[in-house]
């Protein structure tokens, strides 16, 4: 059974760091791209970050380029979101999923397996 878990996600002030985690199981990691998606309080699920299946190539959101970084470690089966410089505008709840295809993408439709996502609430 393919599952996606986020953990990582808690309460910080403006300016501090997180690590999301993202723990994947019942496929090996390596085959897919990955990516991190977020969604506000009243606004739709947007796209945060995505990893190609190797690591050598990641894509990110104009809103955390420079701040964010995501990783994976495919022998931990494990994809991160390191998260820095954190800002109110960047509460919402963040999701892990796994790409269809062996391309990485911003669209919610080119993902297949979500978490149940895991909340970040910065405060200022």
């Known amino acids: 059974q393919v599952r996606v878990v986020e953990s990582g996600g808690g309460s910080v002030q403006a300016g501090d760091s997180l690590r999301l985690s993202c723990k994947a199981s019942?496929?090996?990691?390596?085959?897919?791209?990955m990516g991190w998606f977020r969604q506000a309080p009243g606004k739709e699920r947007a796209f945060v970050a995505a990893i190609n299946w190797s690591g050598s190539v990641t894509d990110y959101a104009d809103s955390v380029k420079g701040r964010f970084t995501i990783s994976r470690d495919n022998a931990e089966n494990t994809v991160y979101l390191q998260m820095n410089t954190l800002r109110p505008e960047d509460t919402a709840v963040y999701y892990c999923?796994?790409?269809?295809?062996?391309?990485?993408?911003?669209?919610?439709?080119?993902?297949?397996?979500w978490g149940q996502g895991t909340q970040v609430t910065v405060s200022s």
């Open positions: 019942g496929w090996t990691l390596s085959a897919n791209p």
């Open positions: 999923a796994r790409a269809k295809t062996y391309r990485i993408g911003r669209l919610i439709d080119e993902y297949n397996y």
